[in-house]
């Protein structure tokens, strides 16, 4: 439930990304793109082709205070006005911090990374990190893109730049006018101290928030048992995806991380199919 193609930083279209899932054996797949729903058609008519059940999705950029969540919004309807214009208006910004990225990178003796992401990124309204992570790569500034987030790019680090995202209410309420089931993604890794989760959990539940993801190739596996617990606790749905960008990117392919334990109640257990 949880899958990114070129349409933003992953790195296989949403037909080979479909086509891929289908070899595996997955029976049901959603793309979950950064702020944009414009892979949706194309992924939705490669899933019809192979045979798999597909589930549009969309992952948004959030500003909650200091810290950037993500929220991953699933069955939702890409000819939706409010998600179209909100997205539309979050994705304007990534331009201009692009380019301060960049200038950033060049302080630190990195000139010319700003021609180098254009590059990598086919849609270039999308450029982000990953592809200043992927040229750094490429160039050998750094051994891989993790090593680009860990030096570089990441929050603390010398070429992060504050970026004011979507607020949460507006992401939940984008996602809930157009049909969808909200999720909150990868919570492990916004390194929020408990009270201050708590505060976000809260939150995202008030603003109409339904799950969280529990199984996910952005937590460690040891990580699981503890958002679980969250869910439950919280009475969260629960679920389940990837995070996939592509080979040799992500710790896990779409359909082989581990099933959600069966006290969690599945986000995909109330959609009909
Ligand atoms: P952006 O939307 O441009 O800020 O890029 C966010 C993307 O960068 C995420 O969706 C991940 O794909 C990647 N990313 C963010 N933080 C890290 C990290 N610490 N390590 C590896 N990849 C990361
Ligand atoms: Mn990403
Ligand atoms: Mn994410
Ligand atoms: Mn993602």
């Known amino acids: 439930m949880h899958n990114h193609s070129t349409l ?24 979950t793109d950064h702020d944009t729903t414009d892979g949706l058609a194309e992924a939705d008519s490669a899933a019809r082709h192979a045979g798999v059940t597909f589930v549009p999705g969309v992952e948004i950029s959030v500003s909650w205070g200091d810290t950037t969540l993500h929220v991953v919004g699933l069955q939702v309807d890409p000819e939706s006005k409010s998600l179209k214009d909100g997205l539309d208006a979050i994705r ?13 990178l060049a302080k630190l003796g990195h000139e010319g990374t700003f021609e180098g992401a ?9 450029l982000g990190r990953t592809h200043f992570a992927r040229h750094l790569t490429e160039t050998g500034a750094v051994k891989d893109i993790q090593a680009a987030f860990d030096k570089y790019l990441a929050k603390g680090k010398p070429a992060y730049v504050s970026h004011r995202w979507a607020s949460l209410e ?9 049909g969808g089931t909200p999720v909150l993604a990868h919570p492990g890794r916004y390194k929020l101290k408990p009270m201050m989760r708590d505060e976000m959990l809260a939150d995202f539940k008030r603003l ?4 969280i993801e529990v199984v996910t190739g952005s937590h460690r596996p040891e990580e699981y048992s503890h958002w679980q617990r969250i869910a439950l606790e919280h ?20 359909g082989t991380l581990p099933q959600l334990h069966s006290s969690l109640t599945p986000v995909w257990s109330h959609w009909a199919h």
């Open 208 to 211: 109409g928030g339904q799950g």
């Open 170 to 178: 507006e992401a939940l309420r984008w996602i809930t006018e157009s």
């Open 118 to 126: 254009w590059a990598l990124a086919e849609n270039k309204a999308m």
């Open 8 to 31: 933003s930083d992953g790195l296989l279209s949403p037909t080979e990304l479909i086509e891929l899932a289908a070899r595996t054996g997955v029976t049901a797949i959603a793309l």
């Open 92 to 104: 304007i910004g990534r331009h201009g911090r692009a380019e301060r990225i960049a200038a950033a």
């Open 235 to 254: 009475g969260f749905l629960a679920s389940r995806g990837a995070d996939y960008h592509g080979r040799g990117e992500s710790p896990a392919e779409p």
